[in-house]
């Protein structure tokens, strides 16, 4: 088996990567080289002035999702496409959506009214005149509720189920004023204490357009009695402070607010680019990013929108290079549909994707003015993969996060492999602070910067299409998942029994060691999708709580969320009902998680017989 290495490399391999940590996978020198030819030639095509071109004629709409803006700019997208040969398909839909249209506060008796907006996926009201309860930083709010959006005390029972009633602000018939953002997780306790209304001041000179909805993508009979009721607005810090001085001198209580969101069914458009592997069933990478924007979304996310187009047009014109294949989708109604667009491809296209897709692969809010700091989101199967890339184009250590609940990344369920590349500004350069308000216009993006960023991404995917072994770190995913368990024991101090977990843990990182070690040297496409196969159940109880088919609610819980209640086996007395509650739901979580691990070693035992030797 021959595994190239950085020492005596030649300088081409510098391009694909070899010092930023391995990636769990045996190449051949060829092999490797045969990537990196493809990143020189995609590099040499995604230039600055081509990525302009795109960035100029994506960033001149207005582009709300299911509005002219994001229809013109998916026209101008598909006309790029078809000049240049590229098989391309236009998907039509129906999806639930939220626009914001319109909000005013007023408190009453002082004649300020500041400028303030509402939210997506927020409630509509009009007139609602109520006494104020200032709940201070939205950090502070009572945290009552279980992984799955639901309060976890009963009605009468305090938090350790003592009989006594839980001592939270009655907010019935009240608007809560409170610093922060107003996401769905705050937006959700709040409603769960009452509230008849909501205004949240900003802790910035701002305001973001943002949405509340723990629903992520189209509403079922699972989950559509989440979609929020709460009316929600929204005013800049100077404005929030003026509001409090004005209670805090007696000679105000009360806030009148009307708030005004249109919400329903609305026709969507999902454009994706088709480009081949060498084979009509051959594996292939789903490369994706949202379409829609706040306003014009210069670099949310035009530049992203820009760079995935050129770099289809640059893989498809050296198609004849890959072992895989890739399609390329630009997501509509992420913001305002909650990842509706990535959603519906996933309802639609499940079998396709668990039979042929070997990774997903996220492109967000690339291009940034001023922006100096790498990083990178990643499973822990693709973190070393992201480590290498930057590493060799430009020097910087990334340490990669595991995957959020945000950026279209809607493929848990599926199981696939998750890359997503970030460049970012300094907080102290002034940060992001455009991110979703109509300063996110065409100059924020930097050509030079978004060059840089449409390469690494290039690099990437030359690697994930034209490595003979796709570079995957199988037993990275199993390594994280054991460090996980260890945490989870300790968080309930020492009163969640994980044995026999660990111990089969230990059974699957042999394996799939042994898996890894006895790649094929020039690839199999077999192979490929049986390693991800390998993945599939770890993915499932790593970054989902409900399953493969039925997304999980908007809120992240972090990794192994199943687990995460141990800590409150350690916070509660054995007779509580709270903590049997909780042993209840780890008992059954354990068993999830015991079958998942059973499942990934029969499939890396199996295939570690099909390779042999």
């Given at each position: 088996?021959?595994?190239?290495?950085?020492?005596?490399?030649?300088?081409?391999?510098?391009?694909?990567?070899?010092?930023?940590?391995?990636?769990?996978?045996?190449?051949?020198?060829?092999?490797?080289?045969?990537?990196?030819?493809?990143?020189?030639?995609?590099?040499?095509?995604?230039?600055?002035?081509?990525?302009?071109?795109?960035?100029?004629?994506?960033?001149?709409?207005?582009?709300?999702?299911?509005?002219?803006?994001?229809?013109?700019?998916?026209?101008?997208?598909?006309?790029?496409?078809?000049?240049?040969?590229?098989?391309?398909?236009?998907?039509?839909?129906?999806?639930?959506?939220?626009?914001?249209?319109?909000?005013?506060?007023?408190?009453?008796?002082?004649?300020?009214?500041?400028?303030?907006?509402?939210?997506?996926?927020?409630?509509?009201?009009?007139?609602?005149?109520?006494?104020?309860?200032?709940?201070?930083?939205?950090?502070?709010?009572?945290?009552?509720?279980?992984?799955?959006?639901?309060r976890l005390v009963l009605v009468g029972r305090g938090p350790?189920?003592?009989?006594?009633?839980?001592?939270?602000?009655?907010?019935?018939?009240?608007?809560?004023?409170?610093?922060?953002?107003?996401?769905?997780?705050?937006?959700?306790?709040?409603?769960?204490?009452?509230?008849?209304?909501?205004?949240?001041?900003?802790?910035?000179?701002?305001?973001?357009?943002?949405?509340?909805?723990?629903?992520?993508?189209?509403?079922?009979?699972?989950?559509?009695?989440?979609?929020?009721?709460?009316?929600?607005?929204?005013?800049?810090?100077?404005?929030?402070?003026?509001?409090?001085?004005?209670?805090?001198?007696?000679?105000?209580?009360?806030?009148?607010?009307?708030?005004?969101?249109?919400?329903?069914?609305?026709?969507?458009?999902?454009?994706?680019?088709?480009?081949?592997?060498?084979?009509?069933?051959?594996?292939?990478?789903?490369?994706?990013?949202?379409?829609?924007?706040?306003?014009?979304?210069?670099?949310?996310?035009?530049?992203?929108?820009?760079?995935?187009?050129?770099?289809?047009?640059?893989?498809?014109?050296?198609?004849?290079?890959?072992?895989?294949?890739?399609?390329?989708?630009?997501?509509?109604?992420?913001?305002?549909?909650?990842?509706?667009?990535?959603?519906?491809?996933?309802?639609?296209?499940?079998?396709?994707?668990?039979?042929?897709?070997?990774?997903?692969?996220?492109?967000?809010?690339?291009?940034?003015?001023?922006?100096?700091?790498?990083?990178?989101?990643?499973?822990?199967?693709?973190?070393?993969?992201?480590?290498?890339?930057?590493?060799?184009?430009?020097?910087?250590?990334?340490?990669?996060?595991?995957?959020?609940?945000?950026?279209?990344?809607?493929?848990?369920?599926?199981?696939?492999?998750?890359?997503?590349?970030?460049?970012?500004?300094?907080?102290?350069?002034?940060?992001?602070?455009?991110?979703?308000?109509?300063?996110?216009?065409?100059?924020?993006?930097?050509?030079?910067?978004?060059?840089?960023?449409?390469?690494?991404?290039?690099?990437?995917?030359?690697?994930?299409?034209?490595?003979?072994?796709?570079?995957?770190?199988?037993?990275?995913?199993?390594?994280?998942?054991?460090?996980?368990?260890?945490?989870?024991?300790?968080?309930?101090?020492?009163?969640?029994?994980?044995?026999?977990?660990?111990?089969?843990?230990?059974?699957?990182?042999?394996?799939?060691?042994?898996?890894?070690?006895?790649?094929?040297?020039?690839?199999?496409?077999?192979?490929?999708?049986?390693?991800?196969d390998i993945l599939r159940p770890l993915h499932r109880v790593?970054?989902?709580?409900?399953?493969?088919?039925?997304?999980?609610?908007?809120?992240?819980?972090?990794?192994?969320?199943?687990?995460?209640?141990?800590?409150?086996?350690?916070?509660?007395?054995?007779?509580?009902?709270?903590?049997?509650?909780?042993?209840?739901?780890?008992?059954?979580?354990?068993?999830?998680?015991?079958?998942?691990?059973?499942?990934?070693n029969e499939r890396a035992q199996r295939l570690r017989a099909?390779?042999?030797?």
């Amino acid at each position: 088996m021959i595994r190239s290495t950085c020492a005596g490399a030649m300088a081409l391999l510098l391009i694909v990567g070899c010092g930023g940590g391995s990636t769990g996978t045996s190449r051949t020198a060829a092999g490797a080289g045969e990537a990196g030819q493809l990143a020189t030639a995609v590099r040499a095509e995604v230039t600055a002035e081509a990525l302009g071109v795109q960035v100029d004629s994506i960033d001149q709409y207005d582009r709300l999702s299911g509005g002219p803006g994001e229809n013109a700019a998916i026209d101008h997208i598909v006309a790029v496409l078809q000049h240049d040969g590229v098989p391309v398909s236009v998907d039509s839909f129906t999806a639930f959506i939220s626009d914001p249209v319109s909000a005013s506060v007023e408190v009453v008796g002082s004649g300020f009214s500041p400028h303030a907006i509402t939210i997506a996926g927020s409630g509509s009201i009009q007139g609602l005149d109520a006494p104020v309860v200032d709940l201070g930083e939205a950090s502070d709010l009572p945290d009552f509720l279980t992984s799955t959006g639901e309060r976890l005390v009963l009605v009468g029972r305090g938090p350790s189920g003592s009989g006594d009633a839980p001592q939270y602000p009655d907010l019935r018939g009240k608007i809560a004023l409170v610093t922060g953002t107003p996401g769905p997780d705050e937006v959700t306790r709040i409603s769960a204490l009452g509230a008849a209304g909501a205004v949240f001041v900003n802790p910035d000179e701002r305001v973001n357009d943002l949405t509340t909805t723990t629903v992520w993508g189209g509403p079922s009979l699972r989950n559509y009695q989440r979609i929020p009721t709460l009316p929600v607005a929204e005013v800049k810090r100077s404005d929030g402070d003026r509001i409090r001085d004005l209670l805090r001198g007696g000679g105000a209580s009360r806030i009148r607010m009307s708030t005004m969101t249109r919400a329903g069914w609305k026709p969507l458009r999902l454009v994706t680019a088709h480009i081949p592997g060498p084979t009509q069933d051959a594996p292939y990478v789903l490369l994706g990013g949202h379409i829609d924007a706040w306003y014009h979304g210069g670099t949310d996310n035009g530049g992203a929108n820009a760079a995935m187009l050129e770099l289809a047009r640059a893989f498809h014109r050296h198609r004849s290079q890959l072992r895989r294949g890739l399609v390329v989708a630009w997501w509509p109604g992420h913001s305002n549909g909650r990842y509706a667009g990535s959603t519906w491809y996933v309802d639609h296209h499940f079998d396709a994707l668990r039979r042929g897709a070997v990774a997903y692969v996220n492109v967000e809010g690339v291009g940034q003015m001023g922006a100096k700091r790498f990083g990178a989101s990643a499973t822990a199967s693709l973190a070393g993969l992201a480590r290498a890339v930057v590493q060799a184009a430009v020097g910087d250590s990334v340490h990669p996060r595991p995957p959020g609940r945000n950026s279209d990344q809607s493929f848990n369920g599926v199981g696939l492999p998750l890359l997503q590349l970030s460049h970012s500004r300094l907080q102290e350069d002034g940060g992001y602070w455009w991110w979703h308000t109509p300063d996110d216009t065409r100059d924020k993006v930097d050509l030079d910067v978004l060059e840089v960023d449409a390469r690494l991404y290039g690099d990437a995917l030359s690697r994930l299409l034209a490595e003979p072994n796709l570079p995957l770190d199988v037993p990275a995913t199993v390594e994280r998942l054991g460090d996980l368990l260890d945490e989870a024991e300790s968080a309930s101090g020492g009163r969640l029994d994980l044995t026999e977990a660990k111990a089969r843990q230990r059974t699957l990182l042999e394996s799939v060691r042994s898996v890894e070690n006895a790649l094929p040297e020039d690839g199999d496409p077999a192979v490929d999708l049986a390693r991800v196969d390998i993945l599939r159940p770890l993915h499932r109880v790593l970054y989902t709580l409900q399953g493969p088919y039925h997304p999980d609610p908007a809120t992240d819980e972090g990794a192994l969320p199943g687990l995460k209640p141990a800590s409150l086996l350690a916070a509660d007395a054995p007779t509580t009902d709270r903590y049997h509650f909780t042993e209840t739901t780890l008992l059954r979580e354990t068993a999830r998680l015991l079958e998942a691990l059973d499942r990934a070693n029969e499939r890396a035992q199996r295939l570690r017989a099909q390779l042999g030797g």
